[in-house]
């Protein structure tokens, strides 16, 4: 007789990754390879958030640290890049305004949007 344990995804444990670049984009050689990393982060599900600022919702650390090899094996050869880990209950206290209008606190994605 198996027993199923339901397990709940905990604010502490789940993870937002953001991925910040500067990239040179002055040659055309360049332009090209920052915009593959760009296509690259679209494409392993991350969203854009600003300009050189992405941003994925991941269920696990082991998770965090698949994509982190993922955008490792994407990087350009210049430039920087930093990728930032926060927890659920981290990025909840996220201030966000546009313009000057502060904007309602992010929340977390539904289950159908994680796993849809």
């Known amino acids: 007789m198996s027993r199923r344990v339901k397990t709940s995804l905990s604010g502490y444990r789940i993870m937002w990754m953001l991925v910040m670049f500067d990239l040179p984009v002055v040659t055309a050689p360049e332009r090209l390879a920052a915009n593959q990393f760009r296509h690259s982060l679209l494409d392993m599900g991350f969203l854009r958030c600003q300009l050189s600022v992405y941003m994925r919702f991941c269920t696990s650390a082991a ?34 305004f546009q313009g000057r209008k502060a904007q309602p606190p992010k929340k977390t994605p539904d289950q159908f949007d994680l796993f849809g």
């Open 63 to 96: 998770q965090v640290q698949t994509y982190c090899q993922r955008v490792e094996a994407a990087l350009p050869n210049g430039g920087q890049v930093n990728i930032m880990q926060l927890t659920d209950k981290q990025y909840e206290r996220v201030i966000s």
